[in-house]
């Protein structure tokens, strides 16, 4: 795993644990920015394999902190899908935060999966 990807997941399971433990939730990376942002970045495309690989950590952190890596945790193989329900988001919302977009993919994955 490169440090970028480990990075990501770490920031990811950092914003999980934050967000159980204290009822509110810290930021950082490609998850502060918004999805207007976000958007303006893929058609330059400029840092859009970073938001992605934001999004990748995230969503592991949340089955991991979810499973407490057990194995547990929604299916994240299908990641096109995944992507493209996260660029829906953020196309109807650009005004939010991308991490919401990305954490409301995730309750949605959940949702699907009978969780």
């Known amino acids: 795993m490169s440090y970028l990807n480990r990075g990501a997941m770490i920031a990811g399971l950092a914003f999980v644990l934050a967000s159980s433990a204290f009822g509110q939730a810290r930021l950082i990376g490609y998850g502060v920015y918004s999805c207007g942002t976000f958007l ?7 840092n859009v394999r970073s ?3 934001w999004a990748q950590g995230y969503l592991s952190a949340a089955n991991f902190e979810k499973g407490l ?3 547990s945790g929604v299916s994240l193989e299908n990641w096109d899908g995944i ?8 196309r109807e919302n ?6 919401t977009s990305v954490a409301i993919t995730a309750l949605e994955l959940r949702r699907r999966a009978g969780e």
Do not use: H, K, T, V
Request: glycine letters at 12%; charged letters at 20%.
């Open 51 to 53: 938001y992605e690989i």
């Open 83 to 90: 992507w493209i329900l996260i660029e829906n988001y953020c």
């Open 40 to 46: 303006r970045s893929q058609s330059s495309g400029e």
């Open 69 to 71: 890596g057990d194995g």
């Open 94 to 99: 650009p005004l939010e935060l991308f991490a």
